[in-house]
């Protein structure tokens, strides 16, 4: 194929099983989202540029990562690259601040980030994720992260380690931003050209480089600097999380890469990983509602990508369907067009020969695509019958063509 014809860098393509695996862990994240009492909800795949903004004008997605472009009718849009901010603005949008509080939504919903593609890292992947409005308390952070590693452990990666850190509020931030920057102020020199950078703009985001590690070490913790509040928010929080078997860690440098977070940041991982591996991550965000013309109200939430989550558990698999071939001589070909119709309006998945093939060659087909064959030989059908042969152990019955679609329901499991 013509390069110019191929998928663009950075993108990929679903084939099976992958699209079974997709959709049995949205079916599992739909499920536990509902048990949580959260409601789905759909945004906009492009936004006005200005949505997006709002996750901070230093952050890599808004300076190198957007995909924007200018309509016909000379609107600045953006495709979508991160949940949060468009929720936010849809919460505001609709006046769900003036309903009972609080709002629990969540998405299944594809982004865009022009990153440098890399393994596990697309320009283009889906994302699961819940936000919570309305709840400044620590319950509320518990929740949202209690939704989130019980999808991890339904998928099998059992135990996550709960990664948490408080990024303090605007009572106590402040006088941390201060130490930060003076500590790596006297550093400078040392500082790799991205953190001098963000030495000025946004110095908690030096917490986050993966150049100058050791420097990171010697930095101020945050912790002690926290007020009163806020540390009381915390404890709270990993006690809360600890209480439900949650392994909690403290994590000093976690600040992850947007603007928003306040208070609570967490990042959720697995000792199979490796120690420090991320496999998605969130935080709280009370205020973001604030610059969509909103209320200042608080949240908590975070978003997982589907892609980077299968890749961490090759062995979960989509259940099998318990699909039924139907297979019949030449002569008999109506007869199993029309039973494969009608075990499909019974609920029953069905596959039937579309090539033409031989009875033989019909049989080896159904090995392939189905855990069930129903046969439709000449003598049987004369006699008024049907035979349903069991392709896992080759076990075989013969039914009467009246009770056989009852018979063929009950026996793959309906």
């Known amino acids: 194929m013509r390069v110019d014809l191929q998928r663009p860098r950075g993108t990929f393509d679903v084939l099976p099983p992958q699209g079974e695996r997709i959709e049995a862990m949205r079916r599992l994240a739909f499920e536990r989202a509902w048990r949580y009492g959260f409601r789905y909800i759909e945004t906009p795949v492009f936004e006005q540029s200005g949505v997006f903004a709002r996750v901070g004008e230093t952050t890599d997605i808004v300076q190198h990562e957007r995909y924007r472009f200018v309509d016909a009718g000379g609107i600045d849009l953006t495709l979508r690259p991160e949940g949060t901010a468009a929720v936010a603005r849809l919460y505001v949008e609709h006046g769900l601040a003036n309903g009972p509080q609080p709002v629990k939504l969540f998405y299944w919903a594809p982004m865009f980030r022009r990153e440098r593609p890399e393994a596990g890292r697309f320009r283009q992947h889906t994302q699961f994720g819940a936000e919570l409005y309305g709840s400044e308390r620590p319950e509320a952070d518990a929740e ?109 440098q976690l600040v992850r890469g947007l603007d928003y977070y306040t208070r609570t940041v967490f990042e959720v991982g697995h000792p199979s990983l490796g120690e420090g591996v991320a496999l998605f991550g969130g935080g709280r965000y009370d205020g973001l509602t604030a610059g969509f013309d909103g209320p200042p109200v608080p949240a908590v939430g975070f978003g997982m990508g589907v892609e980077r989550i299968l890749s961490a558990v090759p062995d979960f698999a989509a259940p099998p369907i318990p699909a039924v071939y139907v297979a019949a001589l030449d002569e008999l070909r109506d007869e199993a067009f029309r039973w494969a119709r009608t075990l499909r309006q019974a609920g029953v998945a069905a596959e039937v020969d579309l090539m033409g093939r031989s009875l033989k060659a019909q049989m080896k087909e159904a090995a392939r695509r189905a855990g069930w064959v129903l046969i439709l030989g000449a003598r049987e059908w004369e006699a008024g019958q049907v035979t349903l042969r069991n392709l896992a152990d080759g076990t075989q019955e013969v039914l009467e063509l009246e009770g056989a679609l009852d018979a063929v329901r009950a026996r793959v499991g309906l």
């Not at 990664?163 to 106590?172: D, I, T």
């Not at 953190?195 to 917490?207: A, S």
């Open 144 to 252: 949202v992260i209690l939704l989130a590693t019980d999808l991890v452990e339904a998928l099998g990666l059992t135990d996550p380690v709960v990664r948490v850190n408080s990024l303090g509020c605007p009572v106590c931030r402040p006088r941390y931003r201060e130490a930060l920057t003076a500590f790596y102020r006297s550093r400078a020199a040392a500082l790799c050209h991205d953190c001098r950078e963000r030495l000025d703009t946004n110095p908690l985001r030096l917490l986050d480089c993966k150049v100058d590690v050791d420097l990171k070490a010697e930095a101020p913790d945050i912790a002690d600097y926290w007020c009163s509040d806020c540390r009381v928010h915390f404890e709270r929080l990993t006690g809360l999380l600890e209480g439900a078997g949650r392994r909690v860690r403290r994590d000093p």
